[in-house]
């Protein structure tokens, strides 16, 4: 094992895992960032916040099917966990490193000192203290380990001392870097086969099936396989916000989105259907609705890695605990020919159909202001085939899953909860995927959380083209209003990104097209009405009290 200090260690382990940018705050680890550069594998994202710097990392992992390393000094520790919280709700391996407390300055009001290594219990997966250099080794490898495998989700390592001093010492280190976590998933287990005959068997008996797509079939890489099942089985197909463009919306059997931020086509096909088919979905409260869509009773499957999720909210008929890919290759090969349903294929697509013909005028409006409807429109036709859309949460959430239309190779990567999430998130995914159109879509109320990640972005180069709805509103009460004066465009250009400013609809994909050419991060300003706001999810009357 070679000598070296542990911040020589750490430089080594990010080019061994093949961690292509860190996303911090200074100062942590400063002789290891020092380290890292010579190295020159891996590039520095200096944020001006950590929640920022956390939300970067975040959309890198989501993007590259790799782990996110953010990190920060003790007296950041519980702003970086802010951010990590956002991870933990949409299951992304983010490693976030921190410093920590000393012996000698503990329990005596030293500078910035606070107890909060528990703040990132209910955050993460694992909470780790590394009191000794000789520790990081085997405990960073087990961050990667538990990070990446079974359901991702984020791991905090806690450096001792305030800047993680614990890494000045030098000794024997194991340059050992376990390959198979360096992307998830890590394993791919599948479902017994009794439970995959037990499922088809739900499947082929049922009338009106449908299948609820989630999250966990995108970190599986699992689009293809349930597209393919729902084509061979001839069952419609609704996608969560998460798995948003693994089902292209001119797909004969998509429905759209179910659940709160929701088309209501895609909620009165799940409300109707007998059997509800969850892939890779915590059946949480924004898919289902508030658990009234499905209504409690509903005949259910689900398939999830994690079995701890295995009728947590619906008991279920059949449950099926394994990887999503692996566990639907395995029904395809035993699915048999499908059952005919004509009838509840064209009562479900009747509400497909009926929901775009109630929507259409609204997405065409040529009003002035613009309308979010039109704003999220042209923004999806515009897209190129192989783009990224990265969404804020709330109204931004609201009308790409409503009024966008997605297409066959693009992907949907959305904020798991958090406004202000949008543009560090669209960041991140863009440091992870330099050579493809990243576009993020955020209102002013959600941009104007990390609007100074702006100038982080023109340092770092990191050329993504971030879209606001500005309509100098935060959304929700008439209170929220802010100021007319501010300008985007201009503060854009003056931290050295390309501002854009649209006024008029017709002039949004011209602008767009300048955006994604001009070289720089660049900053759409779409000047929208203040006055609309987003639907949220249907549900029957009898259950809603409508």
């Given at each position: 094992?070679?000598?070296?200090?542990?911040?020589?260690?750490?430089?080594?382990?990010?080019?061994?895992?093949?961690?292509?940018?860190?996303?911090?705050?200074?100062?942590?680890?400063?002789?290891?960032?020092?380290?890292?550069?010579?190295?020159?594998?891996?590039?520095?994202?200096?944020?001006?916040?950590?929640?920022?710097?956390?939300?970067?990392?975040?959309?890198?992992?989501?993007?590259?099917?790799?782990?996110?390393?953010?990190?920060?000094?003790?007296?950041?520790?519980?702003?970086?966990?802010?951010?990590?919280?956002?991870?933990?709700?949409?299951?992304?391996?983010?490693?976030?490193?921190?410093?920590?407390?000393?012996?000698?300055?503990?329990?005596?009001?030293?500078?910035?000192?606070?107890?909060?290594?528990?703040?990132?219990?209910?955050?993460?997966?694992?909470?780790?203290?590394?009191?000794?250099?000789?520790?990081?080794?085997?405990?960073?490898?087990?961050?990667?380990?538990?990070?990446?495998?079974?359901?991702?989700?984020?791991?905090?390592?806690?450096?001792?001392?305030?800047?993680?001093?614990?890494?000045?010492?030098?000794?024997?280190?194991?340059?050992?870097?376990?390959?198979?976590?360096?992307?998830?998933?890590?394993?791919?287990?599948?479902?017994?086969?009794?439970?995959?005959?037990?499922?088809?068997?739900?499947?082929?008996?049922?009338?009106?099936?449908?299948?609820?797509?989630?999250?966990?079939?995108?970190?599986?890489?699992?689009?293809?396989?349930?597209?393919?099942?729902?084509?061979?089985?001839?069952?419609?197909?609704?996608?969560?916000?998460?798995?948003?463009?693994?089902?292209?919306?001119?797909?004969?059997?998509?429905?759209?989105?179910?659940?709160?931020?929701?088309?209501?086509?895609?909620?009165?096909?799940?409300?109707?259907?007998?059997?509800?088919?969850?892939?890779?979905?915590?059946?949480?409260?924004?898919?289902?609705?508030?658990?009234?869509?499905?209504?409690?009773?509903?005949?259910?499957?689900?398939?999830?890695?994690?079995?701890?999720?295995?009728?947590?909210?619906?008991?279920?008929?059949?449950?099926?605990?394994?990887?999503?890919?692996?566990?639907?290759?395995?029904?395809?090969?035993?699915?048999?020919?499908?059952?005919?349903?004509?009838?509840?294929?064209?009562?479900?697509?009747?509400?497909?159909?009926?929901?775009?013909?109630?929507?259409?005028?609204?997405?065409?409006?040529?009003?002035?202001?613009?309308?979010?409807?039109?704003?999220?429109?042209?923004?999806?036709?515009?897209?190129?085939?192989n783009a990224v859309l990265v969404v804020d949460t709330f109204h931004a959430a609201l009308w790409t899953a409503q009024m966008a239309r997605m297409k066959a190779g693009q992907r949907y990567i959305r904020c798991g909860g958090s406004l202000g999430w949008g543009f560090p998130g669209t960041l991140g995914v863009k440091a992870?995927?330099?050579?493809?159109?990243?576009?993020?879509?955020?209102?002013?109320?959600?941009?104007?959380?990390?609007?100074?990640?702006?100038?982080?972005?023109?340092?770092?180069?990191?050329?993504?083209?971030?879209?606001?709805?500005?309509?100098?509103?935060?959304?929700?009460?008439?209170?929220a209003t802010f100021q007319k004066e501010v300008n985007f465009a201009s503060v854009a250009n003056s931290m050295g990104c390309a501002g854009f400013r649209v006024e008029k609809p017709t002039d949004i994909r011209n602008t767009l097209d300048k955006a994604l050419a001009c070289g720089k991060p660049a900053i759409v300003e779409l000047i929208g009405n203040p006055t609309i706001r987003a639907k949220r999810g249907w549900a029957p009357a009898a259950i809603s009290g409508e």
């Amino acid at each position: 094992m070679p000598k070296m200090t542990g911040h020589r260690y750490f430089a080594e382990a990010m080019k061994g895992y093949g961690v292509s940018h860190l996303f911090y705050v200074n100062t942590v680890i400063p002789p290891a960032m020092v380290e890292v550069t010579k190295l020159g594998a891996t590039q520095l994202v200096i944020a001006h916040g950590e929640k920022a710097a956390a939300y970067m990392a975040d959309g890198y992992a989501r993007a590259s099917n790799r782990p996110g390393v953010c990190l920060c000094q003790d007296i950041g520790s519980t702003n970086l966990a802010a951010g990590v919280r956002d991870a933990h709700m949409a299951g992304s391996p983010v490693i976030a490193i921190s410093g920590g407390q000393n012996d000698m300055p503990r329990y005596r009001h030293a500078y910035q000192n606070a107890e909060d290594h528990t703040a990132w219990d209910g955050v993460t997966k694992a909470n780790y203290a590394v009191d000794s250099a000789m520790r990081f080794p085997d405990l960073l490898r087990q961050a990667f380990r538990e990070a990446t495998s079974g359901a991702p989700g984020p791991v905090h390592l806690e450096l001792k001392g305030n800047a993680g001093q614990v890494l000045d010492r030098e000794d024997n280190y194991d340059l050992t870097f376990e390959q198979r976590y360096t992307r998830y998933p890590p394993f791919r287990p599948c479902a017994e086969d009794a439970d995959i005959k037990a499922a088809l068997k739900e499947l082929k008996d049922a009338a009106k099936p449908i299948i609820v797509v989630g999250g966990g079939a995108v970190k599986s890489l699992a689009g293809a396989e349930v597209v393919s099942l729902a084509d061979k089985l001839q069952i419609p197909i609704a996608t969560s916000l998460h798995a948003r463009a693994l089902v292209p919306d001119d797909h004969a059997l998509g429905v759209g989105v179910p659940g709160t931020y929701s088309r209501w086509c895609a909620n009165k096909a799940v409300a109707a259907a007998d059997l509800v088919f969850f892939i890779g979905s915590h059946t949480g409260g924004q898919v289902t609705h508030g658990w009234q869509i499905p209504k409690i009773g509903t005949r259910t499957i689900q398939l999830d890695i994690d079995p701890h999720e295995l009728g947590r909210n619906y008991p279920n008929a059949v449950s099926l605990c394994g990887d999503v890919k692996a566990t639907l290759t395995a029904m395809l090969a035993q699915a048999g020919a499908p059952t005919p349903r004509a009838e509840w294929l064209e009562q479900a697509r009747g509400y497909v159909a009926e929901y775009w013909a109630e929507s259409d005028p609204l997405r065409n409006s040529d009003e002035v202001p613009i309308r979010p409807e039109r704003m999220a429109k042209e923004l999806g036709e515009w897209l190129p085939s192989n783009a990224v859309l990265v969404v804020d949460t709330f109204h931004a959430a609201l009308w790409t899953a409503q009024m966008a239309r997605m297409k066959a190779g693009q992907r949907y990567i959305r904020c798991g909860g958090s406004l202000g999430w949008g543009f560090p998130g669209t960041l991140g995914v863009k440091a992870a995927l330099p050579n493809t159109p990243v576009i993020g879509f955020a209102g002013d109320a959600g941009f104007y959380y990390h609007m100074a990640e702006m100038e982080t972005a023109a340092r770092a180069g990191i050329n993504a083209v971030m879209v606001v709805n500005n309509n100098y509103s935060g959304g929700v009460a008439e209170a929220a209003t802010f100021q007319k004066e501010v300008n985007f465009a201009s503060v854009a250009n003056s931290m050295g990104c390309a501002g854009f400013r649209v006024e008029k609809p017709t002039d949004i994909r011209n602008t767009l097209d300048k955006a994604l050419a001009c070289g720089k991060p660049a900053i759409v300003e779409l000047i929208g009405n203040p006055t609309i706001r987003a639907k949220r999810g249907w549900a029957p009357a009898a259950i809603s009290g409508e």
